[in-house]
């Protein structure tokens, strides 16, 4: 056990510690202001996937540890909502400077729970960190309306005011700024938190909620418990009538049983689920722009992100050029440790995302498509896959139907645009689409017919602090980010007030 005390000389309790990347971590659970050990003393090993060894022990938080946590926040809700707006707006800014100042420790911890290259790691603290300054931003600028009832005889007056407790659960691959994403909104909104991160990245969490703490957000209020039983501990909570809102990243699966289970408290619920993007190649593109576009659509962290691109839809009058110019750039790609400065490609999270890859690729190649580049794991230590081109890919192939969540790219060609839509739309996802065309009225066209929550249109990346993140279909409901993200947070109440003067 050790004392966790930050640089202002804050205590936040007695936890269980570990140095990971140089950088001391909590590895305590987080309920009430203090770091504390599992209920049961039990703890679950975290691992680099770059070398499949083990680099923390945390602990692993029950269904009652869980329940402590709601019992927290539950009780810090009153005083969090009635905080004021500027207040809570100070305190983002105050967690947005802290977290900018640590950037380093963040990307270097993030790197080694998650293996992505530190050039990426600290790219993405960037975009995390900005979260919490947008939610800064935005937590001042939460308004009801005053009016006359358009009948007469009364006015309408609207406030938005907190929706209560909220239980956020993040995934592992991008473990700081899912982090924020939800975290930024929820207490700028004047929510109180439990949050669930996931089991594989849970050290990066435990660092953001350190600097909340120093940046001198409440006792109670964000309270933190990763576990290994995700359904039990999920299943507790929202079975729990106290806790009044949820917001989930991960697979459609466990998103729609998370959905049943809202429906018995009626909860308010944000669903960012699965993704098959499709990265539409139409005959008049930039083909050279729309290879660096694929390179960052595809092969940013892995190619292991929902708005990855799953499917290359290539015109037959540009698929020669574009494949031949995307394998040569992959072809400069070098896989390895991401701590590792030549690194441009980190591996994969686990033994059972290569399986997976490996899987659809082999069966891709039973159903008769052309491997142009890579199709195999690595021989070295870690989960590390190569970067991998294939076409002809039959429409029926698995690589086709299901989100890869790797390093692979499949490509299909088109005849004409009307095919390209139709290609692009034959899913049951619709997260993140991409479009690359020289024709302005194409693109509007095109991006409008697209069946997707978020259309790029001459760009491989769309994440974007002030814009509306989120998918349609199954790919999820509600919205994070932009000046929607925070509504998902609020419920607006009305008085219906009684105009006086029709009485006198």
Partial sequence: MSTATTDTGRVTGTAPSTRVAGVTVPTGLAIAGTWRPSS????????????????????????????DALDTAHDAQPSWGDTPARTRAELLRRAFDTVTARADEFAAVITAEMGKPLAEARAEVAYGAEFLRWGSEQAAHVHGEFGHAPGGGFRIATSRRPVGPAYLVTPWNFPLAMGTRK????????????WKPAAQT???????VQALADAGVPDGVVNLVPTLDAAAQSRALMADPRLRKLSFTGSTRAGTTLLRQAADTVMRTSMELGGNGPFVVLA??????????????????????????NRFVVHEDVVDRFVAGFAARVGRMVPGPGTDPASTLGPLID??????????????LADGARLVAGGHRIDRPGHFYA???VTDVPRASRLLREEIFGPVAPVTTVSSVDEAVAVANDTEYGLAAFVWTRDVQTALEVGDRIEAGMVGINRGLVSEVAAPFGGVK?????????????????????????DQRRTR
């Fill in 387 to 389: 970067p991998t081109i």
């Fill in 40 to 67: 049961t003393g039990a703890h679950f090993a975290v691992e680099d996937p770059a070398t499949e060894q083990s680099i923390a022990l945390v602990a692993d938080g029950t269904v009652s540890d869980a329940l």
């Fill in 183 to 194: 975290v930024a909104a929820a207490l700028a909104a004047g929510c109180t938190v439990v």
């Fill in 474 to 498: 199954v790919s999820g409901l509600g919205r994070e980010g932009g000046s929607s993200g925070i509504d998902e947070y609020l419920e607006t109440r009305y008085l219906a007030i009684d």
């Fill in 202 to 208: 849970p050290l990066t969490a435990a660092l953001l």
């Fill in 284 to 309: 008049d593109a930039d083909v050279d722009a729309a290879v660096e576009g694929a390179v960052l659509a595809k092969f940013r962290n892995g190619g292991e992100s929902c708005v990855a691109a």
């Fill in 351 to 364: 033994r059972a995302a290569v399986d997976k890859v490996d899987g659809l690729v082999r069966d891709a």
